[in-house]
């Protein structure tokens, strides 16, 4: 074997590699934090980590085109010195001469293709950390500004003082702040895709608290004296305490997309589609919708069949209430309660056990409170985060007291919230995301109901979406690294080829194939993950720009060794 000439191709070949790799390194590193740096979010020490972890996660780009430009100029410089020819002279043959070429594209192959599954992602994370880490400083500077702040998509807050505070610290709490804020004259919105405000909630002060744990971030708030309404109920609620918020998870494009996670992490969530946060609110939306069904059909069937038990509904902590009624009608969404002749709807009212009133009426319309359970604002500590909770409403009731005089009282409409006893939520949690749609699919209690159809469509739509998403990943790193051994191959037989040419006119044209070949391969990607095409289709984009590269390295050695 010619080691001697591979000791000197290889030696020249990474004298060329490594500065190359270098330089773009840092020019690619700096430009992405450009963007961060101009918004303020990287200060002097985060710059630093900023660029220390993104370096990683720019090999992927850089090694292929350093690769390519140092195998051009070494085979080049060979060429027009007449080192080839003495080879080839020698009796050596262009397979010989080229074999340091493939074992150097391989060794690259391997590293690329081990770095995208499983080294990148993981520096990803810690790109997404040292974004977050000040993210309680930018939002003072924000908020002194004069600007209003996103938490999240949707979520909007404006205040008009505020005040930075590391490490506070709330008793009782299993995970502790990582930084907070004090805010004076706060103004929180929820708004819906469209624009549209669903809730708000102001207050004269607020404690704002940052939390991290593992790949998350979010943000709690603390609202003293404030004010609640939601926009789609009408609910106004006033608190002369604390208004806390349910968690506002900080918006991650490291966190929530495919592309970041480990070859082990999406063999797990391709096999366990409920870890994946996409699915998972989908999930949460058709266990919500589920469970407001099986409420109705069982306060429906104690309605209509007394041995079933009684049919009561409870505001926990306040109210129970005691339905009875002549006719009932379960029509999808909603229970039509409806008096016959002298017997009227009658609703029970105790509290504190005690009876405490009487509500008659000739009309009565039970539906599924829409109030999100996982609203921004908890606009009463009564509601439950997975328990469906029913409206009553009473059309022209008259409503005797039974805990003083007994006055009546006509009203014209008279509505009550409330949820049953007994937990029906619990029995569809548990449920995988695939049980629960093949339970709406075989029970004709849920497949009737437009709402939960449509629920259905798009949980399968979203389950469809990650699957896609995992294949496209899955090939999009295995095309990528091959193409890395097949961009060496191509780029020196070119070069062998027009070695008599400028170096950067041969460079130019292996440059130009490896950009069609990286555009045709995350255009294959775009395909897969695009449900209006085929898989096999994005499948055959994303590879053949490879198949192309390579019938094109067959077609080049054929005619280079032809001379």
Sequence with gaps: ??????????????????????????????????????????????????????????????????????ITLAFCRAVSDNEITACLSSGMSYRTILLPVLFVGLLLTLTLFYMSNWVVPSFYRKVAVVLQQDVA?????????????????????????AKAVERPQLPGHEIQPNQGILVRGVVVGEFAPDG??????????????????????????????????????????????????????????????????????????????????????????????????????????????????????????????????????????????????????????VVGGVAHSDVRAEHVTISVDRQTTRALINFDP???????????????????????????????????RGRLPLPVAERFIDMKVRDLLALVESDPKYNEVPEIRRAAAKTVRTLSKLKREIIAQLNLRGASAIAAVLFLMFGALLSLRMGKSLPLVVYFWTFLAAMIVVVMTHGGENLITDQNYGIAVGLLITWLGDVLLAGAVAVLYWRVSLH
């Design 382 to 416: 009564a509601y439950s985060v997975s328990e469906p909770w029913l409206s009553l409403e009473c059309k022209h009731a008259v409503i005797t007291d039974l805990s003083g005089r007994g006055e009546q009282v006509e009203q014209t409409k008279f509505t009550r």
């Design 196 to 349: 549209l405000l669903r809730r708000e909630a102001s207050a004269e002060a607020a404690d704002i608290y940052f939390f991290r744990d593992g790949g998350q971030a979010w943000v709690e708030m603390r609202l003293e004296d404030g004010m609640a309404y939601d926009q789609h109920s009408g609910v106004l609620w006033r608190s002369s305490g604390v208004i806390e918020t349910n968690r506002i998870f900080l918006s991650s494009r490291f966190r929530d997309n495919m592309k970041f996670s480990t070859w082990p992490e999406l063999s797990r969530i391709g096999r366990d589609p409920d870890a994946d946060d996409g699915v998972g609110n989908r999930k949460n939306v058709l266990v919500r919708l589920m469970s407001a069904q099986k409420a109705l059909s069982e306060l429906a069937t104690a309605l209509t069949d007394p041995s079933s038990g009684p049919a009561v509904l409870e505001r926990p902590q306040a109210e129970i209430y005691h339905i009875s009624a002549p006719r009932v009608v379960h029509d999808g969404e909603t229970l039509k309660l409806s008096g016959d002749g002298r017997d009227q709807v009658q609703l029970h009212i």
């Design 137 to 161: 400083q930018i939002l003072v500077s924000q908020i002194q500004n004069g600007h209003a702040v996103k938490l999240r998509s949707g979520v909007i807050l404006h205040a008009e003082a």
């Design 1 to 70: 074997m010619p080691w001697t000439l591979y000791r000197y191709i290889l030696k020249e070949l990474f004298k060329m590699l490594i500065p190359a790799a270098l330089v773009l390194l840092v020019v690619f590193s700096f430009a992405t934090a450009i963007k961060p740096l101009n918004e303020g979010i990287l200060g002097p020490w985060a710059l630093i980590l900023f660029i220390y972890y993104t370096i990683p996660t720019m090999l992927m780009l850089v090694l292929p085109f350093a690769g390519v430009y140092a």
